[in-house]
């Protein structure tokens, strides 16, 4: 649970490549304590659980020490706890508590069925595939990791078109990636089944080599599932996260283990794994077809994205600025945006001389501390009655909030802008996510 929550708010802050570091550790120690504890010392399905378990605590520590060093962005602040934030967290999460409940209970009907109808044998294929293979789940864990940031973002900020980018990159990058990765397993079958058993002749090895063969085909459909369950409690689709928890969580696997056991022995228990995947996809369009009263035709209605989320295509405008020069223009083409769509001039005005002062501060500051080539992304939005600025730079973590706060008692000359502005906007937000300076200010 920390391995994966310290995974997130790195990818917040731009230092996945530290995760990535900490997932190649795992790997690594995961496979040397299981020839240790597996080979050297035969310790045989328990070797295999306590490689894993030992493998996440170095998962996790490889990350953790990046938040004892002092340089990390996010920190908590026990007197800063909001208390009256508990209860929605709590519903938030509570599809992923019960998630992890649901496969407790599906492991210990699994594997009765398992020792009843073929033999302990089965469990110790079935443990000895599945144990090699959660290595190869950091894969979707992490592309799931930087796809829920997105989604969290673009949910706050009513960015439909990242909304279902995000998703088209997993349907058109990530799937077809895990299908290469999958059909890999598959051909090595029989090679990483001798990791763990060299007698072909003893049942035992036949039954993990199908192990391999087959589970790896759940792995695509499962990326979907993961993609969807992120979105909808973002999303607030409880309904469809608590049923998806539940049917991936017990009802497939072991409903489908149950009712082929008797006819397939140990397959079954792979073959149940597939059907889940691929029962959860359909439960996922025939949630749209329901919802939308007939087949999902694209993106946006397989994911349910409700008619008033965000804003029309000619309700906003997207800009890059890069230079002083693009400043200036950008700034009028702002104003000309706010009086076309029926803004008072005043704030048609105030609208483009806050992009303007906040665009120029960027540059002259942020694209000056290094050699790196920069860019500033604006995008106006014209929603009710609000203009909206959003502003993002790839630019040193930079808060104008902090620095206007600071700057109370200086000299009323010195950072004027930023207070201008402050004084100018209903409201401004800033966030650092991904690497990415956020400022969003509502006028």
């Not at 508590?97 to 294929?125: C, P």
């Not at 009655?385 to 630019?395: H, P, Q, S």
Request: charged share 20%; aromatic share 10%; proline share 3%.
């Amino acid at each position: 649970m920390l391995g994966n929550s310290f995974a997130s708010f790195l990818s917040l802050e731009n230092k996945g490549r530290r995760t990535i570091t900490a997932s190649l550790i795992y790997i690594a120690v995961n496979v040397l304590l299981n020839f240790l504890f597996v080979k050297q010392l035969h310790m045989e399905a328990f070797g295999l659980a306590l490689a894993s378990s030992l493998g996440m605590w170095v998962f996790m520590a490889v990350q953790g020490v990046y938040y004892l060093s002092g340089r990390s962005h996010f920190r908590l602040v026990f007197r800063k706890l909001n208390w009256r934030e508990t209860g929605e967290i709590f519903r938030i999460g509570v599809p992923g508590a019960l998630s992890n409940v649901y496969q407790t209970i599906r492991g210990l009907i699994v594997n009765h069925l398992l020792e009843i109808f073929v033999g302990s044998v089965a469990i110790s294929a079935f443990a000895a595939s599945d144990s090699l293979l959660r290595i190869v789940w950091s894969l979707p864990a992490g592309m799931l990791a930087v796809s829920r940031m997105l989604i969290s973002v673009s949910v706050g900020e009513e960015d439909r078109q990242t909304l279902t980018d995000v998703m088209r990159v997993m349907f058109k990058r990530f799937i077809p990636l895990m299908c290469v990765v999958s059909a890999g397993i598959i051909l090595c079958a029989v090679p990483l089944t001798r990791l763990y058993y060299h007698d072909v002749s003893d049942p035992v090895f036949m039954m993990t080599v199908w192990g391999f063969r087959i589970l790896p085909l759940c792995m695509p459909f499962s990326i979907i599932l993961m993609h969807f369950n992120c979105y909808g409690q973002a999303s607030n689709k409880m309904g469809l996260v608590h049923l998806l928890s539940l049917l991936d969580g017990v009802v497939c696997v072991a409903g489908f283990t149950a009712l082929l056991i008797r006819f397939l022995g140990i397959n079954s228990a792979y073959i149940a794994n597939v059907l889940n995947g691929i029962v959860t996809t359909l439960v996922i369009i025939g949630y749209a077809w329901i919802k939308k009263k007939h087949f999902p035709r694209n993106m946006e209605e397989l994911m349910v994205i409700p008619d008033n989320f965000g804003v029309p295509a000619d309700e906003r405008m997207d800009l890059s600025v890069k230079t002083m020069e693009d400043v200036v223009r950008i700034s009028e083409r702002v104003q000309r945006f706010c009086l076309t769509h029926g803004i008072d001039s005043r704030r048609a005005y105030l609208a483009g001389l806050s992009m303007e002062e906040m665009a120029g501060n960027i540059i002259d500051h942020g694209f000056t501390k290094d050699q790196k080539k920069h860019s500033v992304d604006v995008r106006v939005v014209h929603k009710g009655e609000d203009v909206i600025l959003r502003i993002k730079d790839d630019c040193i973590p930079f808060n104008p909030g902090e620095r206007q706060k600071l700057a109370e008692g200086d000299d009323i000359i010195k950072n004027i802008g930023i207070r201008m502005v402050f004084k100018i906007a209903q409201d401004i937000q800033y966030q650092n996510i991904l690497g990415l300076n956020v400022l969003t200010i509502r006028i």
